[in-house]
């Protein structure tokens, strides 16, 4: 089985629409949207969800009787200023980070540590296979594990439908999600866009795929917005040893294509869907 991630620097350079264009012209296939913070390859999928579970990761402390008397102990020793305290004890679940302090010196024992819901995943069948995805609670920092749990099972279940490639919209940015969506892929996918900040993220994600040892290619959107920078891309990616698969040309179509909720091969016959026709068929080479 194989892997295809697909990243880009930071949000909004096309990395979801590029996926989605691909998942429609490969074969047989498996999505996984990694991009949990801000998921959106449902806007193009329309997924009809199937299944749903819990996301639970690390404890929150909860008061979890009357017997609390408001000593003021737990707030005292919070250094997390996770306790609220009027007569009685609460405990705030943005900042509390599960030390289990409180817990361990309430003289009540009132306070208990229990595990944290941060946020659900899903199986959810579309028109373009199978896809895996999820969403964080608003607050939560655990994308990275959520990331993990999400290709995990995006892995059990393509072996589970006999699916010998798995489509993987990634996170933005180079942080922790980015981190962990780099594990088990076999070629990393890089979109950018010809601006100071497209290159720049390029070259962070260039960094982290070489540190990773995952081959990378490239891609650049909407390449003839700025020719002059476009250059330096090219440039960096000679320089850098990464193959630049492919240029897509600025294309009103993709816009309409993506308020339509559809890939830009099911919207209509443009210049950005040849592009990335062309790419597929060198990346698929690779694959
Ligand atoms: S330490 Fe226990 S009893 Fe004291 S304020 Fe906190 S929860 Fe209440
Ligand atoms: S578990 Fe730790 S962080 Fe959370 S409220 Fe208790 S002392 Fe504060």
Known sequence: MKELLILSGKGGTGKTTLTASIAYLAKEKLLADCDVDAADLHIILQPEQT???????????????????????????CRYDAIILDEKAWVDDFSCEGCGVCAHFCPENTLELEPNHCGYWYVSRTRLGTLVHAELKPGEENSGKLVSLVKQKARKRAEREGVGL???????????????????????????????????????????????????????????????????????????DMELVGKIPFDEAVVDSLVAGKTIFEFKDCKAAQSVANIWQQIEKNL
């Open 51 to 77: 299944e749903r579970h819990d996301f639970v990761s690390g404890v929150k402390a909860r008061v979890t009787s009357d017997k609390c008397t408001g000593c003021g102990t737990c707030f005292e020793l």
């Open 166 to 240: 798995i489509l993987v919209d990634g996170p933005p940015g180079i942080g922790c999600p980015v981190i962990s969506s780099f594990s088990g892929a076999d070629l990393v996918l890089i979109i950018t866009e010809p601006t100071k900040s497209g290159l720049h993220d390029l070259k962070r994600v260039v960094e982290l795929s070489k540190h990773f040892k995952v081959p990378a290619k490239v891609v650049v959107n909407k390449w003839d917005l700025n020719r002059e920078i476009y250059y330096q891309i090219e440039h960096f990616c000679q320089g850098s």
